[in-house]
């Protein structure tokens, strides 16, 4: 029997067969355009009766904000007008890419499914910030790495200080660290932008 799982690579998307009980691990239908809410829908499924739900849940969104992260920062290394902004992009491209791929790898381990596209909402924050050029651009990415930093850091924070699964718990906890430097440089950016 199959278990398919839908994984990132870098920006290209693959699938990935793997060999593990008799669950087809994705949902019925696949005919959401939301790929986080189909993932978290066949997660709900695996993991309903245990306590690794929550877990689940944290990888989902950490995939579906490091795919908007790296994107974004392909975003801007061409669309910045700045240096300071073209690095930072270059930055959040590489250390979200490389995460995602660790993700992937924990994920697939433990049969977790994650999203294969952006959801509604990280898709329409690319889209905005997409038709932005010049010193606007520059600006709002470098506010939107600010505000989304935060987001990311307090629940990898929590997944570090609460998780139930042994690898993501641990995962979070290493990606503190880098999360928290990735937000030092977007408020140093984004304080140059404003001068």
């Not at 355009?33 to 929550?54: E, G, M, R, Y």
């Not at 992009?89 to 490389?98: A, I, N, P, Q, S």
């Amino acid at each position: 029997m199959k278990k398919i799982f839908y994984l990132l690579l870098t920006p290209t998307l693959i699938a990935i067969a793997s060999c593990h009980g008799n669950n087809s691990g994705m949902p019925s239908s696949m005919d959401s355009t939301n790929s986080t809410t189909v993932a978290k829908d066949s997660n709900s499924q695996k993991f309903d009766t245990t306590n690794l739900q929550a877990d689940a849940n944290f990888a989902v969104n950490a995939a579906d904000g490091g795919m908007l992260e790296a994107k974004l920062g392909q975003l801007a290394e061409t669309n910045g007008s700045s240096d300071d902004v073209k690095s930072l992009g270059k930055t959040m491209y590489d250390d979200h890419t490389k995460a995602n791929n660790e993700l992937i790898a924990l994920a697939q381990k433990d049969s977790i499914t994650l999203p294969a596209s952006l959801s509604d909402k990280s898709q329409k924050a690319y889209d905005d910030l997409s038709k932005e050029t010049g010193k606007d651009f520059d600006k709002d990415f470098a506010k939107q790495m600010v505000s989304d930093h935060k987001k990311v850091i307090d629940a990898f924070q929590k997944e570090a200080d609460n998780g139930n699964n042994a690898d993501l718990k641990a995962w979070a906890s290493g990606k503190l660290p880098v999360l928290q430097g990735h937000l030092q440089m977007s408020e140093d950016v984004l304080a140059k932008l404003k001068d």
